[in-house]
């Protein structure tokens, strides 16, 4: 069975700190897709990355990275120098590779990012 | 623009109802997707749909029903059976192994 564990529940920082977010995953496939969805007070889901099984390159977009570690099942996500725009909740999700499970997202809890002035 | 439309923004439903949410989508999105979110939780989901005329159950399809007659459209009805309905519900449509997108959700709450 598929899933996925955000043990942070709330983070709250000072704006131009540094925040990660935590993500381990279970699955039993072997293609697999991550991603991150970021949701503001708005209620909508913003898409933010995703990342397949076979590619564990780690990327930097803007103030946003990812390090995806399979040997460790994680895929966590690091917010540099925060701003208030930046508080949300932030999901990690998984989705297995198969065309007919596409869509078919475990996600996780929600990490909610606070961030102050 | 394209997107995709949810309405209404907010939803009452007395007891022993039937409400129906709206979702539509101009992507040309071949799939269509339902969640239900309850506070402090992730998303779950509901039923959705890979083609026009069919649909799958999701996680927690319990007390409700869909219809896809159209490419555009989903509906999502929470029936009476449905014994706790009020939540947050998203729409979302993908198409081929592209990620999902999200209307802006709306919130159903019991009167």
């Known amino acids: 069975a598929q899933k996925v564990t955000q043990a942070q529940t709330e983070i709250s920082v000072v704006e131009k700190e540094d925040v990660t977010l935590d993500c381990v995953y279970e699955?039993?496939?072997?293609?697999?897709?991550l991603f991150w969805y970021k949701q503001p007070p708005s209620g909508e889901l913003v898409f933010l990355i995703r990342?397949?099984?076979?590619?564990?390159q780690n990327e930097i977009s803007g103030r946003y990275s990812w390090n995806f570690q399979k040997s460790t099942s994680s895929f966590n996500f690091t917010i540099t120098a925060s701003q208030v725009v930046d508080s949300a909740v932030y999901f990690c999700?998984?989705?297995?590779?198969?065309?007919?499970?596409?869509?078919?997202?475990?996600f996780g809890a929600g990490t909610q990012v606070v961030v102050t002035p | 623009d394209g997107g995709i439309t949810q309405s209404p923004k907010y939803l009452f439903r007395k007891e022993g109802q039937n409400v129906t949410l709206s979702c539509e989508q101009n992507l040309n999105h071949d799939a269509m997707y339902w969640y239900r979110q309850d506070p402090g939780q992730g998303l779950r989901l509901i039923y959705y749909s890979q083609i026009v005329n069919d649909f799958q159950k999701g996680d927690i399809a319990e007390g409700y029903s869909v219809s896809r007659e159209k490419k555009e459209s989903f509906p999502l009805t929470v029936t009476s059976a449905q014994k706790n309905p009020t939540a947050f519900y998203l729409c979302?449509?993908?198409?081929?192994?592209?990620?999902?997108?999200f209307g802006d959700g709306t919130r159903l709450s019991i009167l």
């Open positions: 979302a449509s993908s198409r081929d192994s592209q990620p999902q997108h």
């Open positions: 699955t039993r496939d072997t293609t697999y897709y």
């Open positions: 999700a998984l989705s297995d590779g198969t065309t007919d499970s596409w869509g078919k997202f475990q």
């Open positions: 990342r397949n099984s076979f590619d564990e």
